[in-house]
């Protein structure tokens, strides 16, 4: 499967409403579509730090399985939030070093007027996930 | 607005169906409800680190929020991944450190069996809060 | 070669003036003498984030070590500084999951007079060790 | 006092072998010589986890605390280790984001012939450090 099939065939990203825009070379770039229901306060959009968070692992973790050639579960994720959030959103993921049995990579997330909203840096299991894993697809 | 009240206005909170289920003292706990719209596969119900991240930012913002009397936007958050997820969940915040200007909160996440399944630290802004701020409510 | 005896011939360790107090099950703890060349300040005694983060990786590695049966290196290190350092201090180190290619370890770090100055978590690589690595003792 | 001077009369740098190279505009560069003091392994050089944090911490509070004009107390530290350090070192750390409570700086560390070896986030207190503190110079 392509990682453009992959990307739009999880049920997750449909339901956060993130869309794969690049991939290859390391590289994977998403965007996330922000609405009311993705607010942390129902009177004004201000979107919760978990949409972002959803967005970084979304990207780092498609740079990391495309680079991988399988599925690569995440081991951790540390977020830094920059600036508040009300337009909808790009993410930003590249390959810091690729190992065997690790993977580390950055994310940069962007609002539509330019502004660094938050930057992340996850770690991705790359070995062992040759045979039968909970996260197998056929 | 009391805490059980602010928990069940946030429209974030329930797109991804999450409730309030004790606050006070430091501490806080909320559950999600895992369905396939959580899942990073759409063969079987696997979640995405997305959802994992969203809880806690949750409970360990709900954990800052009641301590600090004000919103508490969140600096960063580490999460580490320790198990899959195929359950829901339960998510039990504790604050380290309450500060003028700054809180540590640590987040352990646990499935219906038990199986511990993410431990995470986050730190939120606990001064500046007082005047209008995009996280602001009326 | 057993841990204490380990502990003892590592270079690192000396210069900094560390200890191993105790190792098994998953634990480690390791003491730190705190002197005024670890301070941050000539004029005060007031030790550098450095000096409890070589603590944290020694004590946090150590309880790697033993459990892996074999040098783990670090992957990452994540640290939260919770109150300044004036006296010796002592590091407390649990394996939170012990995996065949990452464990992921906590760790807090106490003063003699009880407070809790730093808490961390941390990842190892505790698989394909069993050659030569930059790491290998012969 | 200078930057210059401020680094040159820490004792701590002196104990490991740290030395400012730059400073200035939301930057900092600093230098590290390894010796066999700094090892992980009596058999051979390969610089342990706590020195390159020890580099961080130090290459990343002065960028910060040049850009803040006042000292500026560390509140939490990421690393990711990248490859094992066997040279000499060279970190330079750039401000990511600097607020009026906080400060968010990256951190990346090369070794003599160019290898990334590690990177990292820090975040560290900006307010609050007008009167007499633990960390203050007279």
Not at 15 to 42: K, P, Y
Not at 80 to 100: F, K, S
């Amino acid at each position: 499967m392509q990682p453009e099939q992959y990307a739009a065939s999880i049920p997750y990203w449909k339901h956060i409403g993130m869309e794969l825009l690049e991939v290859g070379d390391g590289h994977a770039a998403v965007s996330l579509s922000v609405g009311q229901e993705h607010s942390s306060n129902d009177e004004r959009l201000i979107a919760h730090g978990g949409v972002i968070a959803s967005l970084v692992d979304s990207a780092a973790g498609m740079a990391a399985t495309a680079a991988n050639g399988a599925i690569t579960p995440t081991i951790d994720m540390r977020i830094d939030y920059l600036a508040p959030v009300t337009t909808d959103l790009r993410a930003d993921a590249e390959i810091v070093r690729h190992g065997e049995s690790t993977s580390v990579v950055s994310c940069e997330v962007y609002d539509t007027e330019g502004t660094h909203v938050a930057t992340a840096r996850s770690v991705f299991k790359t070995g062992g996930g040759d045979g039968e894993t909970p996260w197998s697809r056929e």
